[in-house]
């Protein structure tokens, strides 16, 4: 009698463990699914949200990612103020200071083979042992790729520059135009090397503030496009569709 007991008590164990695991394997199903839709609906609102130049990758990817990147967004501090510290030295010294590249390399080699030249000889009084100079040679590989990377983006440039005078896109041409305005208005402002400087110290910045505060900056940017396709919708009305334009040549069949 007691053996039975027993086990209905044993089978009463089980069933209600059966039926716990159904509700709990229902619930987790159900809280997956729910996550799964949660996921998907903020994937869709993200694909809908608008993105400068219409991004789709991070602005590290943007900026070509790797080291580049991780020294414009300033991933390390150390370094990156280093090297706009750095240019900023290099800028006053030529700029503010008026100190020619040719003057400073000349200095430069003077002062270092002066005292490579005394601390060679005072060596032998002083009972050392003499410096020993590196073998200073330039690889031939990396100026290669130099050179190829230099000519290959020469030649996309003047490709940019074909295709833009061809006429096939007036929107670019017109951006190009009013792009190169701006560089002549800048570059008669100052000289080239306070340009370069003011570029350095752009790409040093911008990038940073736009990868904080991208959803302020993408939605305020999102209302001047839209005010801009206003404004050059009504310039296309009023100018660019009474320019007379010459019949379009029909191409020849082969």
Known sequence: MADHIKEEEKHGESFMEKIAEKI????????????????????????????????EKPVHKVLGGGQPADLLLW????????????VTAIWVLFDLLEYHLLALVCHGLILGLVGLFLYSNASTFIKKSPPK?????????????????????????????????????????????????VLSFFGSCCDFLTLLYSITVLLFTVPLVYD??????????????????????????KVLSKI???????KKSD
């Open 24 to 55: 709990h394997g229902h619930g987790s199903s159900s809280s997956s699914s729910s996550s799964d839709s949660d996921d998907e609906k903020t994937a869709s609102l993200k694909s809908k949200v608008y993105r400068l130049f219409g991004r």
């Open 75 to 86: 991933k390390d501090k150390k370094v990156s103020g280093g090297v706009l510290g750095g």
């Open 212 to 237: 904080k505060y991208e959803d302020q900056v993408d939605c305020f940017a999102e209302k001047a496009m839209v005010e801009i396709k206003k404004q050059y919708a009504v310039f296309n009305t």
């Open 133 to 181: 100079i590196p073998v200073v040679s330039i690889p031939e590989e990396p100026v290669l790729n130099f050179a190829s990377a230099l000519r290959i983006g020469i030649n996309e440039g003047f490709a940019t520059l074909r295709d833009i005078a061809s006429g096939k896109d007036l929107k670019k041409f017109l951006s190009v135009i009013a792009g190169l305005w």
């Open 244 to 250: 007379p334009r010459g019949p379009l040549k029909e």
